[in-house]
């Protein structure tokens, strides 16, 4: 009989992921293996892969192990590494609630962007503090066709360029990235978000993903759209001392976004498991061949 990996799928704002809870590290993950688990018509599909595991059996994670026992050993869909990932993290805290390994309330969470402080309420919505925003200096500019836009640069933990636009269709299919410059700008890639206004304090984006394509949702991307729109409105926290709060139309929901004069950045969404599972190992090792 061949052996089977456990796996549970889950998404936030229908930016959907492959839950491979793995508490002690014993699962090989290459990237290979990854993309053939998010492959939407050959595996499971998803956007991309949340790997469940104890901080004190992962090198990345060991040194966090005190602060949060548990790490989100995050993968994109074409198995790439991230920093970050925002809808991903309200998924993985609410997997661990699901469990049985932590209560309702608050969590600590470790990613490769450090450690992040999670709020599981009792009406089902995550609250994530996803800490401060970078803005790396210099102009950067974004492309989809004949038309480009100057867009702003934020770090999240990773890298996003968000320009506002006047039509979420100027976005085009973005089947592929869209271009951007200087090519110096993101020598690891980018995130690419399109935005445009719905109301006072309310916008909507489209977005492309590194290593995942046009994905339903982003929250790092939201975090970034949100400070770029606080700056852009003349509401920089830091500046007016008071809170900026954005609501955040993603194709798949919405995302409520607050930056804090201190800079402090928390995003509040949903988190979804839908099924839950076993994966065929031998099939898993031929997929990857
Ligand atoms: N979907 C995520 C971001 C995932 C990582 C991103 N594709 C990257 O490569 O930086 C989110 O919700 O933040």
Same mark, same amino acid.
């Given at each position: 009989?061949?052996?089977?990996?456990?796996?549970?799928?889950?998404?936030?704002?229908?930016?959907?992921?492959?839950?491979?809870?793995?508490?002690?590290?014993?699962?090989?993950?290459?990237?290979?293996?990854? &993309?053939?688990?998010?492959?939407?018509? &050959?595996?499971?599909?998803?956007?991309?892969?949340?790997?469940?595991?104890?901080?004190?059996?992962?090198?990345?994670?060991? &040194?966090?192990?005190?602060?949060?026992?548990?790490?989100?050993?995050?993968?994109?869909?074409?198995?790439?590494?991230?920093?970050?990932?925002?809808?991903?993290?309200?998924?993985?805290?609410?997997?661990?609630?699901?469990?049985?390994?932590?209560?309702?309330?608050?969590?600590?969470?470790?990613?490769?962007?450090?450690?992040?402080?999670?709020?599981?309420?009792?009406?089902?919505?995550?609250?994530?503090?996803?800490?401060?925003?970078?803005?790396?200096?210099?102009?950067?500019?974004?492309?989809?066709?004949?038309?480009?836009?100057?867009?702003?640069?934020?770090?999240?933990?990773?890298?996003?360029?968000?320009?506002?636009?006047?039509?979420?269709?100027?976005?085009?299919?973005?089947?592929?990235?869209?271009?951007?410059?200087?090519?110096?700008?993101?020598?690891?890639?980018?995130?690419?978000?399109?935005?445009?206004?719905?109301?006072?304090?309310?916008?909507?984006?489209?977005?492309?993903?590194?290593?995942?394509?046009?994905?339903?949702?982003?929250?790092?991307? &939201?975090?970034?759209?949100?400070?770029?729109?606080?700056?852009?409105?003349?509401?920089?926290?830091?500046?007016?001392?008071?809170?900026?709060?954005?609501?955040?139309?993603?194709?798949?929901?919405?995302?409520?976004?607050?930056?804090?004069?201190?800079?402090?950045?928390?995003?509040?969404?949903?988190?979804?498991?839908?099924?839950?599972?076993?994966?065929?190992?031998?099939?898993?090792?031929?997929?990857?061949?």
């Amino acid at each position: 009989m061949s052996t089977r990996i456990a796996f549970l799928k889950g998404h936030g704002t229908e930016n959907d992921f492959v839950i491979i809870p793995d508490p002690e590290n014993a699962i090989d993950l290459p990237p290979t293996a990854v &993309a053939a688990l998010c492959d939407r018509r &050959a595996g499971i599909g998803g956007d991309g892969l949340l790997h469940v595991v104890r901080s004190a059996a992962h090198p990345e994670a060991k &040194a966090m192990a005190a602060e949060a026992e548990w790490f989100m050993d995050y993968r994109n869909g074409d198995g790439s590494i991230a920093e970050m990932c925002g809808n991903g993290v309200r998924v993985f805290a609410h997997y661990l609630q699901r469990a049985g390994y932590v209560a309702e309330g608050d969590i600590a969470v470790a990613t490769r962007g450090g450690v992040k402080s999670v709020h599981l309420s009792k009406d089902g919505d995550v609250t994530v503090g996803m800490g401060k925003a970078l803005f790396p200096e210099g102009d950067v500019t974004v492309s989809v066709g004949e038309h480009s836009w100057p867009a702003h640069n934020v770090n999240m933990g990773n890298p996003h360029a968000v320009a506002f636009v006047e039509d979420l269709a100027q976005a085009g299919d973005l089947f592929t990235p869209p271009p951007f410059s200087p090519a110096s700008a993101y020598p690891d890639g980018v995130n690419v978000e399109f935005v445009v206004d719905r109301g006072p304090r309310h916008v909507a984006l489209r977005v492309h993903e590194r290593g995942a394509g046009e994905t339903r949702s982003c929250g790092t991307g &939201a975090c970034a759209v949100a400070v770029a729109a606080a700056r852009r409105d003349d509401a920089d926290p830091a500046v007016t001392g008071t809170p900026a709060t954005y609501t955040v139309d993603v194709p798949g929901g919405r995302l409520v976004i607050t930056e804090r004069p201190d800079g402090e950045i928390e995003m509040t969404g949903p988190a979804v498991i839908v099924a839950e599972g076993e994966i065929d190992a031998e099939w898993l090792d031929a997929a990857q061949r």
